[in-house]
């Protein structure tokens, strides 16, 4: 049951993180899958829940049984005969309720235990859709420079033309082919980031590192943002787990309760009598057999006590913790909130100053046709269009990448 309630959690998480791409955003979904799947972390939390669920079987157990053989050296004589050995069996058994108590306890950390796999699955798929918006806005300003570059290419071609006719200097031709050079550098700068976060990613699924990424053609801010439900926070897995820890220390009270009664024992002594041959005897001759019956008194019981007030201290411990990370995460999903909110807006007035930065491009082309160009104002223009373009993509990518941090706290 637990496995398909955590299955209905991630159709629902992963559904969130793609709302606003387009089809081939299923490609993300895909490694998100190879991810959970293979990851080794995930799977080195799946194996500690599975130890932490084998200790419930083994504390349902009884103290071992004692036995015990004796042999007489010098024989001890009775009036029916010799003692020759002694054979002893004796098993001590717990309290009334104890191995359930210890089964609870056991059972109480396996279900904190579990909690780790919800979140580091979390975190995974976080780390996994941030790794891939870091590609996509790395591969986005590769593609702007590119564009750039060939724009420079044009001005190049334009001020050859210019300086043939005397309305240009060599030096503007120089000054372009400098900041083709530049965006040159920037292109390829990108590419080393690029195959180096797509080793992060690919370590991530657990793969080859130099296996290629598919990515997303284009990314866009949606028009409206889902509605986010400040309650599941709450339900958070990183707090749900300080729950079940504190749930697993009334356990260990529980079971501590049970520790401090007594144990009961059970036994039978078994002692072979030897026949005196020196007289005939009633009995002569007839083994002993003693059952037994123990009890086990914790007398010096401050162990206990001790015990009882660990545990009342390790709970106020655990409601300390939980108060201090929901104050952090809430702290974490208020920024990620109003991260996500400035980014729409710088989206927006990049996408207008874009605009008018073309605009202006084209009335620096309409002065060619006249006979008089500026390629320095042909440089600044062209610098503001690529600082422009690079912001509105960095835009996408705060975005996204915080609309990931906040799908982590509140899909449940």
Not at 98 to 118: F, G, M, Q
Request: hydrophobic fraction near 40%; aromatic fraction near 8%; include cysteine.
């Amino acid at each position: 049951m637990k496995n398909k309630g955590h299955y209905l959690k991630l159709v629902l998480f992963l559904g969130f993180c793609f709302i606003g791409l387009n089809t081939h955003a299923q490609k993300l979904e895909v490694l998100i899958d190879e991810a959970i799947k293979n990851n080794p972390e995930i799977q080195k939390v799946e194996l500690q829940y599975s130890i932490a669920s084998e200790k419930v079987i083994e504390v349902n157990s009884i103290p071992n049984t004692e036995f015990a053989v004796g042999y007489f050296i010098s024989e001890p004589e009775t009036r029916t005969g010799a003692q020759r050995a002694r054979i002893s069996v004796k098993q001590m058994l717990p309290w009334f309720g104890s191995i359930t108590a210890r089964e609870n306890y056991a059972s109480s950390l396996a279900d904190a235990k579990y909690e780790d796999i919800v979140i580091t699955k979390r975190k995974l798929i976080t780390s996994v859709s941030q790794s891939y918006y870091n590609l996509y806005t790395n591969k986005a300003k590769q593609l702007v420079l590119t564009e750039n570059i060939k724009l420079l290419e044009t001005y190049e071609t334009l001020a050859l033309t210019s300086v043939e006719v005397g309305k240009a200097s060599a030096v503007d031709v120089l000054r372009l082919q400098m900041r083709q050079n530049e965006m040159q550098q920037l292109k390829d700068v990108l590419q080393q980031q690029f195959l180096a976060e797509q080793t992060n990613l690919n370590n991530l699924l657990n793969r080859d590192d130099a296996m290629s990424v598919q990515l997303i053609d284009e990314l866009i801010i949606p028009s409206e943002d889902v509605e986010i439900n400040l309650g599941e926070l709450a339900l958070h897995p990183e707090l749900l787990k300080y729950d079940k820890l504190y749930k697993s220390v009334e356990q260990s009270e529980l079971l501590n309760q049970k520790e401090s009664s007594p144990m009961i024992g059970f036994g039978l002594d078994y002692i072979p009598v030897s026949e005196r041959t020196d007289m005939n005897l009633i009995d002569n001759g007839k083994d002993i057999v003693m059952p037994m019956v123990s009890v086990s008194i914790p007398i010096f019981n401050k162990k206990y006590k001790s015990i009882s007030k660990q545990n009342e201290l390790q709970q106020q411990e655990i409601n300390y913790q939980k108060q201090e990370r929901l104050n952090s995460l809430e702290t974490l999903l208020d920024k990620a909130i109003k991260e996500r909110i400035s980014a729409r807006i710088s989206y927006v007035t990049q996408t207008k100053n874009l605009k008018q930065a073309k605009d202006a491009e084209g009335i620096l082309i309409k002065s060619f046709e006249t006979g008089t160009i500026d390629f320095n104002d042909v440089l600044d223009i062209q610098e503001l269009q690529l600082k422009f373009q690079m912001n509105q993509i960095e835009s996408i990518k705060t975005y996204y990448v915080q609309t990931a941090i906040i799908n982590y706290l509140t899909n449940r």
